[in-house]
């Protein structure tokens, strides 16, 4: 019963879960809707494009190593969409492991990310699984623009940047705010190095317009980078074009230092979860593809060389939807040549990312050698 939906998506209830299935109807692969609501994963499916013709089934699960273990028995791999993922992450992982099946997950979260590394890398590679963390838009999409400027033998510094449009959904802005009560890390010279707090600079968009950009949590790349021997340095910043959004990671930055690190966890979630709401009260429309774009650079550089890639993307959530979906595809077919902590494209190929985006009219690139 278990093989006939190798796929299972935690968190279908969701905005992205939603995506994550639209997108495995489409590349025709089964799945299990999973949540800790029936009628709310109900109510979220038959909304989804095309479902008349998925293959699906739905499944109510408690967020407890033990459910999830037992609806993982006997399937390949679990997208799990369910964040804050340092909230709710940890029992989705250690059940997905004593199940036996591959992980990916949409998190931009760096300390999660480090997390899992640290406490789930080692036995995963033992046990021959993958463990994916980010299979998503933020920051699947950036990583493929760096890997890109690797081609060229020389490279060994990445300097990247992301303008985004979107509009958080009520998880996004809950995971945006938990980050104040973590560090965050670029790579210098070889070092994992700590930001002393939320570190703010400009950056020009590629119509020369400058935006405020801030360290938005020190993203993804630099972890997986620091794991690359070619790749002394590498920093991201992103800017929101709502500008709005940098100075309130600032005043939240303030807040936390002066009074909120002092609140236990079981009232500071509360707490946060109030001001998530004034950003984002309720799960919004459906993106639009004319509105909600995203820029991408990153300028590689060595000692005789210099590298820049553009990309442009639309549709965050959309592009998260089949990145999860085309990992599942993999991994429920394929046996992974590398097992372990790994990042999408180390698993699956950048230029076969690329290639996939491209193909839905998700994403573009342009590569320039300019030394
Ligand atoms: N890196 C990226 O580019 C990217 C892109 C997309 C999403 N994300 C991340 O993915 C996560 C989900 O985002 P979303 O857009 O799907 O948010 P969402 O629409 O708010 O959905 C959240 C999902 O998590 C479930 N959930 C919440 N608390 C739970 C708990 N205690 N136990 C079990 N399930 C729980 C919800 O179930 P109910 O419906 O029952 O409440 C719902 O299915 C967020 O952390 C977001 O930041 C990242």
Known sequence: MSAEFPVVVYGASGYTGRLVMEHLRDLDVPFVAAGRNREKIEAACRIVPGIENARYEI?????????????????????????????????????????????VDTTGEQHWMIWLRDHYGRA????????????????????????????????DSLDMTEVAQAVPTVASAQTILDA?????YYLQDNELVRYPGIDTCDIVTPSNRVLKASNWGGTSNPIWFARDGRVRNCKMSVAMWNQQLYKKEL?????YKVSLQ????????????????????????R????????????????????VKTTMVSTGGYFTTGLLQAYAARRLSV????LTGFRSPSEVFGHRDLMGMLQSYGYAGIKVERLV
């Open 334 to 337: 394929e046996t992974p040549a």
């Open 124 to 155: 995963f590679a033992k046990a021959g699984l993958a463990l994916i963390p980010s299979t998503a838009c933020m920051y699947g999409v950036s990583e493929i623009g760096a890997r890109y400027c690797l081609e060229t033998p020389g490279v």
């Open 180 to 184: 104040v009560r973590y560090s965050a």
């Open 59 to 103: 499944c109510e699960v408690e967020n407890t190593v033990e459910a999830l273990t037992r609806l993982f028995a006997g399937r390949k791999v679990v997208c799990n969409t369910v964040g804050p993922f340092m909230r709710f992450g940890p029992p989705v992982v250690e059940a997905a492991l004593q199940a036996g099946i591959h992980y």
């Open 251 to 255: 005043e939240l930055e303030r807040a």
């Open 262 to 285: 002092w609140i236990p966890d079981d009232h500071l979630y509360p707490l946060l979860d109030s001001m998530a709401v004034a950003i984002t009260p309720d799960t919004p429309p």
């Open 287 to 306: 993106e639009r593809r004319q509105v909600h774009r995203a820029y991408d650079t990153c300028l590689g550089t060595g000692n005789n060389v210099i």
